[in-house]
């Protein structure tokens, strides 16, 4: 609403001036015709069609140098807390074995893969964090999870004195934005990247005892 | 397959590094590889198709490149590259190297710039552009970017391509800056400029064209962003958009006083 005031205001005075030089365009108005840049410039390909462009609250308020306003900071967080879904009879842990292979796995959801389906994508994870020790082939992005389950202390995941680390990692996996607005690491539950088992499994990978993570 | 043997010898490289210590990264044998070669990049290949293409008399019209102004005159190549993207008074536009070249395919050869821009990376004339590209960015090699602002729509491009850069969208909500919006940051192995400022001689923008060793392929600045956005899970951005031509204002200016090493060879 304030951005459209801006831009009739700044269009008024470039019609009063009688010439529009460039060194009058307000950030408002190049914030528009940066918006219109990438509608012109994006076609669909394969599975990457053209609501990718379309920016939600929190892309739009991270799509900046400097973070958002604290205000939008925290409606962004709780929008992202309240569309976690908790796993279906709480059980949140699958398979480390399949969670090794899933955070092995860099691929889906660009326009060369042929479907958009849960099984057909990684859960990216060793493109930015180090994870198993073994794997030194580890992103620097995010921060490392070695031993991520150990060094919370979580003996024994059905231990209640567990279920705080383990349902904010759920969290964390199935919407980052839950507790940081502009996390760079994907929505994997909330942008369906990963299916609920698909999950548990990467859980497992970062909170099973066994887990070599933990090691 | 003359390129299969280099190939070897990088994975082989890379391999034996692994074996030798834990802590060498990726980056050490690549950079180990470019010394082996030095004077032997593939992209050398490139650079002679593309200037036999610049001097030989082609399309509808049957001419030559050799009076397109890419900034410094007609016809003048040498130092061009680095001042790219800029404004042309003719064309009402901020361009960069690979929609300069359209235009010029275009107005001097007769050629459809559409129907170029919507062809397929490698397929007709879009291979010319991948050899031109090679053969002029290697006409300023070792020298220092340089691109103009002087001209109120350069700015005006750097502060929409600024916008281009942290725009996030896509299923995985990246934007340029979330793998390249800080410094010393790794996807897996690989080391990330950071393109928000000067990543440093021959580095992000100074670097491009370049020969890809992994793919075997020579790669255009517009392809090097195509592949950017296919990994940012975005939509296929059009071949010489303004979007893209916005992109590389900011990180061309960004990289003001880096040396250009282009075209190099990478991973």
Avoid at chain 1, 96 to 114: F, H, I, P, S, V
Avoid at chain 2, 27 to 35: N, V
Wanted: hydrophobic share 40%.
């Amino acid at each position: 609403m304030q951005r459209k005031h801006l831009i009739t205001a700044a269009a008024a005075v470039l019609v009063t001036a009688g010439c529009a030089t460039v060194s009058m365009v307000t950030p408002a108005q190049l914030d528009e015709q940066a918006l219109a840049l990438h509608r012109e410039a994006f076609r669909e390909q394969g599975i990457a069609k053209l609501d990718r462009i379309e920016q939600d609250l929190g892309q739009k308020a991270c799509s900046s140098p400097n973070p958002p306003p604290d205000a939008v900071v925290q409606q962004i967080e709780a929008q992202a807390l309240a569309s976690v879904k908790w796993p279906t009879g709480g059980v949140y842990l699958g398979d480390w074995r399949e969670g090794e292979k899933l955070a092995q796995n860099g691929r889906g959801m660009t326009w060369t893969d042929a479907t958009a389906d849960t099984k057909a994508n990684g859960a990216q994870c060793y493109n930015c964090h180090q994870i198993d020790q073994k794997e030194i082939s580890f992103g620097t992005i995010g921060p490392s999870l070695y031993n991520y389950g150990k060094l919370r202390g979580v003996k024994d995941v059905t231990d209640p004195a567990a279920a705080p680390i383990v349902q904010y990692t759920w969290a964390k996996l199935w919407n980052s934005k839950a507790y940081s607005a502009c996390s760079n690491m994907p929505r994997f539950g909330h942008a369906k990247l990963l299916s609920e088992q698909q999950i548990r499994d990467v859980m497992a990978l970062l909170l099973d005892p066994k887990s070599p993570v933990n090691q | 397959m003359k390129f299969i043997p280099l190939l070897a010898a990088t994975a082989a490289l890379l391999a034996c590094g692994a074996v030798v210590s834990q802590t060498k990264t990726a980056s050490d044998g690549i950079a180990e590889y470019r010394k082996m070669l030095e004077d032997g990049n593939p992209a050398e290949l490139f650079e002679a198709k593309g200037e036999d293409l610049w001097k030989t008399a082609r399309g509808p019209k049957k001419a030559s490149l050799q009076a397109c102004n890419l900034g410094l005159g007609p016809g003048v190549v040498k130092g061009a590259f680095v001042q790219l993207p800029r404004w042309f008074a003719d064309t009402g536009r901020v361009q960069d190297l690979e929609s300069r070249l359209l235009t010029c395919m275009e107005t001097l050869q007769g050629f459809n710039a559409a129907e170029i821009a919507k062809t397929g990376f490698d397929k007709g004339e879009q291979a010319t552009l991948t050899a031109l590209s090679a053969w002029i960015s290697s006409e300023s090699r070792g020298m220092k970017m340089a691109l103009p602002q002087a001209h109120a729509e350069e700015r005006r491009f750097y502060e929409l391509g600024k916008r281009a850069f942290f725009f996030r969208g896509g299923p995985m909500d990246f934007s340029c800056a979330s793998c390249h919006g800080e410094d010393g940051k790794r996807i897996r192995l690989q080391d990330l400029p950071n393109l928000t400022k000067n990543p440093g001689d021959g580095l992000g923008f100074a670097a491009w064209p370049a020969y890809r060793v992994s793919s075997g392929e020579m790669w255009s600045m517009q392809r090097r962003l195509n592949d950017c956005y296919r990994q940012q899970r975005f939509p296929y951005p059009g071949y010489a958009s303004d979007l893209t031509i916005a992109l590389g204002v900011y990180m061309g200016v960004n990289a003001q006083g880096a040396q250009s090493i282009a075209p190099a060879l990478k991973r």
